[in-house]
Structure formats: C-alpha cells, structure tokens
C-alpha cells in the first residue's frame, strides 16, 4: 500500500504530495541490528521505539517501553505505510534498513511536504520574468515554463518526483535551500503568454508543485 495521496486546492493554487507529519530527530539514536517482532524486548525495542515516537501520526502514544507489543507493531505498519514498505508489522531487512538510514541522516520523520505560498510574477518586461513564492519549510525551487500547455503528471511512488513538461529554471545552482524563492525566467519572447508550474523539493525529498499558472510579457 502507498500512503502517496494528491490533494488539490481549488481556486488557489495548489497541488501537493502528502505523506504524513514531521518531527525532528535527534542523531543519538543507535542503528537497528536485528529483526524485530511482537514479544521482542530489550534496547534494541527500546530504541525503534524512541525513532518512531518522533512522529505523533507514526506512533500516536509514543510509549517506550522496551517490550514490542501491538502498539509498537501498529507504529511499524504505518512507517511502512508511509514509506512504501510491505505492510506486515514487524522490522525485517527492508525495514531495518530504511529505519537505519533515516537515523543516519538527521533528518527524521520527515514526511511532510512544503506549503507553497505567495505565488506571484514580477520585474515583467519583454524578455524576463522572476517568479516567486514561500515554503513552510527549508526547500530547493524550479519553475517550469512554456508557450503551450504544460503536462504534469502524478508521481508514481513514495518521494518520486512528478514529471513535468516544458523549459526548466533552477533557483539554486549552489544547490541551497532557502523558504524565500525567487526565479528569474530570460530569453523570453516579447508579448507572449507564457504558462508555468512551480516546485519545490525539501531536504528529506518531500515535493510539492503549485497548478499550471500563467503571464504575459510586455
């Protein structure tokens, strides 16, 4: 089971792909070294535990106990859930590793994706044009931009990026991320409609992407 969904907000703008809430993790926490399943104890449990507790819609009661019982088991179904993982309740090899390397990062439960804000077009003249917006959140920005219709298409799975058509403008080319975007289109043709799609990328590869908008140059 895929915990990808689509959601559109109509009448604004935006298009987002939605896992399930975020929260930090600290680097402290030790690697996972063995399957885990119901009836399992020790530090082992302990620590799979406090990884997933950083994540309230991942393992709601948040208890740390040592012992993997059904509400552990629970957690571990929605992980797998979340990150396109067979769903079976318990910590064998794929799971083990997806665990570990979440730790590894730094990143955490990072399953949200960045709210995209103030979409708006400036600096118009006939050859350039800066497209900008805000994210909720640190993200890298690209905007897609054509003379025709724009295709886009949904991604296909957990943090795959979705296609779309048309000429790319990169924001960073450090690459950074920053909440402020500010792109600058050029070479484009005087007095000319032109439609674009923006998106944004965080650091755990959570991606959202505004609705096809358009502009016109002077």
Not at 41 to 49: E, F, R, Y
Not at 60 to 85: C, E, H, K, N
Not at 137 to 155: M, P, R, W
Request: proline residues 4%; without cysteine.
């Amino acid at each position: 089971m895929n915990k990808l969904r689509i959601g559109f907000l109509m009448g604004g703008t935006f298009l987002a792909l939605l896992f399930v809430s975020t929260a930090a993790l600290p680097l402290a926490h030790a690697a996972i070294t063995s399957s885990l399943s119901v009836g399992s104890s020790g530090s082992q449990v302990t620590q799979l535990q406090q990884f997933l507790a950083t994540n309230s819609q991942i393992y709601p009661s948040g208890i740390v106990t040592g012992y993997y019982g059904p509400l552990t088991a629970a957690a571990v179904t929605q992980f797998q859930v979340a990150y396109g993982i067979d769903q079976v309740g318990q910590v064998g090899p794929v799971t083990e590793a997806k665990v570990n390397s979440i730790m590894a990062s730094g990143l955490g439960l990072d399953t949200t994706v960045p709210v995209i804000s103030n979409l708006t077009v400036g600096q118009l003249n006939p050859t350039t044009a800066v497209i900008s917006w805000n994210t909720n959140s640190l993200a890298l920005g690209q905007v897609f931009y054509d003379t025709t219709t724009i295709q886009a298409n949904e991604a296909t799975g957990v943090y795959q990026i979705p296609y779309i058509g048309g000429n790319a403008a990169a924001a960073n080319s450090s690459p950074t991320v920053s909440m402020n975007q500010a792109i600058q289109l050029s070479n484009l043709q005087p007095n000319t409609v032109y439609t674009y799609i923006v998106r944004s990328i965080d650091q755990s590869g959570n991606v959202s992407m505004s609705n096809a908008q358009s502009f016109q140059t002077n």
